[in-house]
């Protein structure tokens, strides 16, 4: 790695919030040489998320999709600095960010501020429960690593309690009973990934129970997977219902408790109907909402009072009525939905905007030092320094043409179990929908050739080879 480069107080000084896809790939573009960079995240990692669902069951082991965060950092030119800690307040008038570590350990210092000439916020976004009762206490979430690690255990748990000698055949169904709610991605993908750990393991291992095991998916809408095209979305539904997986759309949660799920069914005659759904495992899948941080910031910036899912941008990811603040990924609105693709794109962008502010700054310094030589110097070869300010003025012209950000849709990806998957692919100037295992290959090679790493690229394709050959390891750590 280069050298540890101190703070330059001649530079200046942008802050990074969040280690996630947009702060990455903004961390990654950006020459890092032009600025102090201070990169402050409760998660000293960036988390790979499309292949998180693969964690759950171990399928993939937790450390392949992470990269540690200070790798990258020391891996970059210039004065970069991490600081594990969560933003808890931005003073947009002050230009300064309240940190504080909420880690187990703590030092003597846990809060304090840091000051910023630029501020990206890359905090992504909470998951979303609508305030609906139970849902807190009694579910498990799919965004981060702890969350695939708990429902992991969570699975065997379920398993080898209902396998445990003299339990009644009411508790082994509802144990065995695993409950998804939301069919986005997130829900499907997970489903599959599910049924598939108890096709290819569980039922060699604890064939006793086999025959119990059961995943419902509930959905509100009509229909799962509503960013596909409808011949994508039939293709999953028939693919679930081959896995003996139970679509129930048109199904609003109201109500979760310890042991159930309650639910209306909106019928086709226009009534409603109050179900429930005993469970084992309660997965919760529905989408996104603001982190405070957010709420706050929105609060604080009056040219944000109309904006709902986060913060608005403009076409240069400038946060609306903010000074020299941008904003990445799930935490911005920018027009565009939630994904990696968009947050990665917008995290290059910025890096771009970042590097020709830079060179814009370098360029017209330079213009300023050659013109007073030109004027105040005895002796200055008059022609070639005019000849020289004329090309720095049109490199200028050049680096300051920035095109306002443009997402460019590669496509829409996710796998739905038994080796098989659905793609919306953009193809030329139109759109290609596949489904199926020729469609799987094509996922799994589109994702491992977008992780970030070679080392993490290994890992996974470790973690695939092993698992086909010596199966998932189910034991409950
Ligand atoms: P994140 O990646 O969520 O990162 C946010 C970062 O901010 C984290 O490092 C977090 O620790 C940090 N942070 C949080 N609070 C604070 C704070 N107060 N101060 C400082 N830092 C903070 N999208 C796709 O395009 N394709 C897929 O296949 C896909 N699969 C997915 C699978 C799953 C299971 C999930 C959950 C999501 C998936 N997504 C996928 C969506 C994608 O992961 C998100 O859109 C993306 O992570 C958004 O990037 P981000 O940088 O905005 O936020
Ligand atoms: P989502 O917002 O895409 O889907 C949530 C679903 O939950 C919705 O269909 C909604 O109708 C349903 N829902 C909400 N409340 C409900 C209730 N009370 N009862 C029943 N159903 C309810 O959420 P997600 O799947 O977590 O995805 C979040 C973002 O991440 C999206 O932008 C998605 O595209 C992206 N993502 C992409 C991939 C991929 O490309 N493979 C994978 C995961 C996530």
Redesign the pocket.
């Known amino acids: 790695p280069p050298p540890q480069v101190p703070q330059d107080p001649s530079k200046k000084t942008i802050v990074i919030?969040?280690?996630?896809?947009?702060?990455v790939s903004l961390l990654k573009k950006l020459d890092t040489e032009n600025y102090n960079v201070i990169v402050?995240?409760?998660?000293n990692y960036f988390l790979f998320?499309?292949l998180?669902?693969s964690c759950t069951t171990g399928q993939i082991e937790h450390r392949s999709i992470m990269e540690p965060i200070r790798t990258i950092c020391r891996s970059k030119k210039g004065a970069v600095t991490f600081y594990e800690a969560?933003?808890s307040s931005v003073d947009v008038e002050k230009k300064v960010v309240k940190i504080h570590d909420n880690s187990d350990i703590r030092g003597a210092t846990i809060e304090t501020e840091v000051a910023y000439d630029m501020l990206v916020v890359?905090?992504?976004a909470e998951n979303a429960t609508f305030g609906i009762p139970g849902v807190r206490e009694n579910s498990c979430f799919?965004?981060e690593i702890g969350d695939a690690q708990q429902i992991r255990k969570k699975i065997m748990d379920c398993v080898e309690t209902a396998a445990f000698k003299d339990q009644p055949a009411s508790e082994i169904d509802r144990l065995l009973h695993m409950v998804v709610v939301g069919g986005g991605?997130?829900g499907v993908e997970f489903a599959g990934e599910l049924r598939d750990f108890f096709e290819d393991d569980i039922r060699k291992l604890v064939p006793e129970i086999a025959d119990r095991f059961r995943v419902t998916l509930i959905e509100a809408l009509p229909n799962v997977l509503p960013m596909f095209s409808k011949q994508l979305i039939e293709y999953t539904e028939s693919t679930f219902k081959e896995e003996e997986i139970a679509i129930h759309t048109k199904t609003m949660v109201k109500k979760v408790t310890d042991k159930a799920v309650e639910a209306e069914v909106s019928k086709a005659d226009g009534t409603k109907e109050r179900v429930i759904f005993p469970y084992g495992l309660l997965v919760w899948a529905t989408g996104n909402t603001l982190?405070p941080?957010v709420r706050d910031m929105m609060a604080s910036i009056p040219a944000q009072k109309d904006s709902r899912r986060g913060l608005a941008v403009n076409e240069y990811l400038v946060v609306q009525g903010a000074r020299d603040i941008w904003a990445?990924?799930?935490?911005a609105v920018a027009g565009y939905a939630?994904?990696?693709?968009v947050?990665s794109q917008e995290g290059n962008f910025l890096a771009r905007l970042f590097n020709n502010m830079a060179r814009t700054q370098e360029l017209e310094d330079r213009i300023q030092s050659l013109s007073s030589n030109l004027n105040l110097k005895p002796g200055v070869d008059v022609p070639a320094v005019s000849k020289e300010i004329e090309d720095a003025e049109r490199q200028l012209r050049r680096v300051k043409d920035i095109k306002p950000f443009h997402y460019t849709h590669q496509g829409s990806?996710a796998y739905i179990g038994s080796e098989k998957a659905v793609a919306d692919v953009a193809w030329f100037n139109g759109n290609f929908a596949s489904g199926g295992t020729m469609t799987y290959f094509f996922w799994r090679s589109a994702y491992l050739s977008m992780v970030f790493s070679t080392r993490n690229r290994l890992l996974v394709i470790n973690d695939w080879v092993k698992s086909k050959v010596f199966g998932r390891d189910i034991s409950r750590e």
């Open positions: 919030l969040g280690t996630g896809w947009g702060s402050i995240s409760p998660r998320t499309p998180l669902p969560e933003a890359g905090v992504g799919l965004k991605p997130t982190r941080l990445v990924g799930d935490c939630p994904t990696a693709q947050a990806l």
